[in-house]
């Protein structure tokens, strides 16, 4: 029965999800997949719903209802790596993966998909340069203006450039000291 499997698979596939939670700074957290009956419908008749809880002794509710920006982008980090294990699948989008978080937890986000990223290709956009540092290939993209028309234009980062760059992400100039020095350890 169908129901039957899908249940089999969530507690595998909450189990995996809560260890990359963990990684991720979550050291608390629980997640859960529920599947309740509800009548029959074009969907099937199975509900299911993602539980959550990130701090130790609050209690399990609705992923939807409760998750934090930052939350929410970790989740969807550790679902889209989990899923990506078991998949085929070949590149991995990952689009404001940097909402709500900063310091310890961003580091930990860029080496998560610096992980991903040695077996699939793995794109970012971030305004976090210690995401960004954690890349292969540094794409900036911008806007410049040519006469009367403002268009969007991309070019790759190489070399000092890109410490340059990961440095005006730090302070907002590229040429500043302290930046530079953060940006290159950052780069390790």
């Known amino acids: 029965h169908i129901t039957e499997k899908r249940k089999e698979s969530a507690l595998r596939l909450q189990d995996l999800i809560a260890r990359r939670l963990s990684h991720l700074g979550m050291p608390h957290v629980v997640f859960s997949i529920e599947i309740t009956t509800r009548e029959r419908n074009i969907h099937g008749s199975d509900q299911v719903d993602f539980l959550f809880s990130a701090n130790l002794g ?3 509710r609705s992923l939807r209802e409760i998750a934090s920006g930052g939350e ?28 709500g978080i900063g310091g310890a937890v961003a580091i930990a986000v860029g080496e ?25 290939n540094h794409l900036v993209v911008f806007k410049e203006t040519e006469g009367s028309r403002t268009y969007t234009r991309i070019r790759s980062v190489t070399g000092n450039s890109r410490a340059e760059e990961l440095a005006r992400m ?12 953060h940006a290159r350890t950052l780069m390790g």
Request: overall charge negative; cysteine-free; proline content about 1%.
């Open 58 to 60: 609050e209690p399990l």
């Open 72 to 99: 929410l982008s970790r989740v969807m980090l550790a679902l889209k790596t989990v899923l990506a294990e078991s998949d085929d699948v070949e590149t991995l989008v990952f689009d404001e993966v940097d909402a």
């Open 112 to 136: 998560q998909m610096a992980e991903l990223s040695s077996s699939r290709q793995v794109i970012a956009i971030t305004h976090l340069a210690s995401i960004a540092s954690k890349a292969d």
């Open 170 to 181: 730090l302070s907002g100039h590229g040429q500043d000291e302290a930046a530079l020095a």
